[in-house]
């Protein structure tokens, strides 16, 4: 009787050979429908925005507003796990509690902080405390889910043994619930990093507050399509940028979880 092997991973040079494929493929298709459908409502070709990109990038305006959403995001996404990591531990700790707090979770994370926008614009003004509460109504939530499943799926045996060795509350916090829940506690962040920045931009682009999204409005209020999507482009690489920093972070953190040994964590 044949033993069948397990499939084998791509090797990390096919791996990025593949990726560098799918990136040149990208490339082409966009030209295409650059200098095909898309000619004409003025769709830029990758050339077109990497003229504009060099004229544009350099200058200390585009590196300023960059840090502004930059800064907007990350101080919006500190607030938000302050909030919800507590809030997670404390409603993941007690079934009772998860169970009677299930409505008001769904409720909120299904409320688009967006639509909140007129009102928290009369509160706050266009100011970046304006980003700030938008990103924490809206990035708290993948932080709180995600934290209170992680702790409320810890096994019953190694709670028992933190009982049984009559572990200090910090102790069985340390080497038994943390250990288990940061690799959800992880999903979550990278989830509420990414709703931070897409808060961040969109408050500055409907608020008028310095940032890119208020480069994007100029840009679109002056009919500028190379710029406009120079500015879309330069938003969705910080996601990316973004994404890679907590990758990264995972890595460090987690390094004998088995989803970073294997590469999963990507």
């Given at each position: 009787m044949?033993?069948?092997?397990?499939?084998?991973?791509?090797?990390?040079?096919?791996?990025?050979?593949?990726?560098?494929?799918?990136?040149?493929?990208?490339?082409?298709?966009?030209?295409?429908?650059?200098?095909?459908?898309?000619?004409?409502?003025?769709?830029?070709?990758?050339?077109?925005?990497?003229?504009?990109?060099?004229?544009?990038?350099?200058?200390?305006?585009?590196?300023g507003n960059i840090a502004t959403s930059v800064q907007t995001a990350l101080l919006g996404l500190a607030l938000a796990t302050l909030v919800g990591l507590p809030l997670g531990l404390l409603i993941g700790s007690n079934e009772a509690t998860r169970r009677s707090t299930q409505l008001v979770i769904d409720f909120g994370r299904t409320v688009p902080a967006i639509a909140l926008l007129p009102l928290f614009l009369l509160l706050f003004g266009a100011t970046r405390t304006l980003g700030v509460v938008l990103i924490l109504v809206s990035a708290v939530w993948p932080v709180i889910i995600q934290t209170s499943y992680a702790v409320?799926?810890?096994?019953?045996?190694?709670?028992?043994?933190?009982?049984?060795?009559?572990?200090?509350?910090?102790?069985?916090?340390?080497y038994i619930v943390a250990p288990s829940m940061f690799p959800f506690v992880?999903?979550?962040?990278?989830?509420?990093?990414?709703?931070?920045?897409l808060m961040a931009i969109s408050s500055e682009f409907l608020g008028g507050t310095d940032g890119l999204g208020y480069l994007l409005l100029q840009a679109m209020q002056l009919n500028d399509v190379d710029r406009a999507f120079l500015f879309a482009f330069s938003a969705a690489l910080l996601g990316l940028v973004l994404n890679l920093l907590f990758v990264l972070l995972q890595r460090r953190v987690l390094w004998w979880h088995s989803s970073v040994r294997t590469g999963d964590a990507l």
């Open positions: 044949t033993r069948t092997q397990p499939p084998q991973a791509p090797s990390r040079s096919r791996r990025l050979l593949l990726r560098l494929v799918a990136i040149i493929v990208a490339l082409v298709v966009w030209h295409l429908f650059a200098i095909g459908p898309g000619s004409s409502s003025g769709f830029p070709t990758p050339a077109d925005l990497l003229s504009e990109a060099r004229d544009v990038v350099p200058t200390g305006e585009y590196w409320g799926q810890i096994s019953p045996q190694l709670k028992r043994v933190g009982r049984a060795y009559h572990l200090s509350r910090w102790h069985r916090l340390r992880f999903a979550g962040l990278r989830i509420a990093a990414t709703i931070s920045l």
